[in-house]
């Protein structure tokens, strides 16, 4: 009897939503230690961090209803969460989801802007700044690409000391061409794609061990599929959020209104039984004034 306290659409919402959290939280943790710099310089560091506290808020809820599927108890949106009812639990996280699609749609529409401004800032301070070096390098090495719109991109940078040295020539033309030259047309070596290339005299000897697209629009479109991933989670979170809560408080009112009628029939069953039992006394009394009328009248008789 007490499985059916909770309908099948509650019960299968509840381990939906604790899954989702749980996985949540281990991708947001992820991110945070391998790619935490990509996040800050391309600005979703924002986003994962409203995952993260919404899958931490949900995990109370859900933690409430699953013991109580688990031990045959109904659950109740009224009952108390740690610290607050579980309809006020379901409220805050209905409202974070709602606050992390507003993130997500403000960063799409700021994301090309934003993805380009870090880019081009990290490479120019790409010599200087250490962070910043890491992060082109890492960027570079792991999505296959090199400067901001191509490979180019860095022939106009002062990324490294620039003098030629020219080895297959004579040492007093070498100086000369110190002096005269600078070097325009190398890349850094996380440009290549594999371990043994040539990223300097490109214009010499080409550019064929080299990756030569562009990394601000792999940034931009990875940055973009990562979003709307988020926007489908915050909405699809929000939907099952609002069914759950629909569905406990619908069988709550079921309860409540079969009880009211279970109390109302045995009220009036009751007053049946009463009005019966005043019937049956009426006629008993009627019935007992008859038998002493009949004895007064049968002592007449014998006198």
Known sequence: MNQRLNSPIVIWISLVLWLISVLAILWSLILFFYVGDILFFTGTDIVNAVVLLIAIIMLPPNFYQLHAIAHGNKIEYKANVFCCRLWT????????????????????????EVTSSYLTNSIRQYRTVPKHRQFIDKLQWSLGCCGLKSYKDWFSQDWHDKIRDYEWI?????????IKSVETDSVPFSCCKSGSCVSS????LGN???????CSNIVHNCIIVSIIMHLVMFITVIL????LLKHIMHKEDEVSGFKKITNKFNISHIMSVNDNFEVSSDSYILNEEDS??????????EK
């Open 89 to 112: 639990c379901i409220a805050w996280v209905i409202i974070l989801n709602i606050v992390g699609i507003i993130v997500c749609i403000q960063r799409i529409f700021s994301c090309q």
């Open 170 to 178: 004579s040492t007093n033309d070498r100086n000369t061409n110190s």
């Open 201 to 204: 005299y490109l214009k010499e």
């Open 208 to 214: 064929h061990s080299i990756n030569t697209r562009g």
């Open 240 to 243: 099952l959020e609002i069914l």
């Open 292 to 301: 002493e009328i009949d004895s007064s009248n049968a002592y007449c008789d």
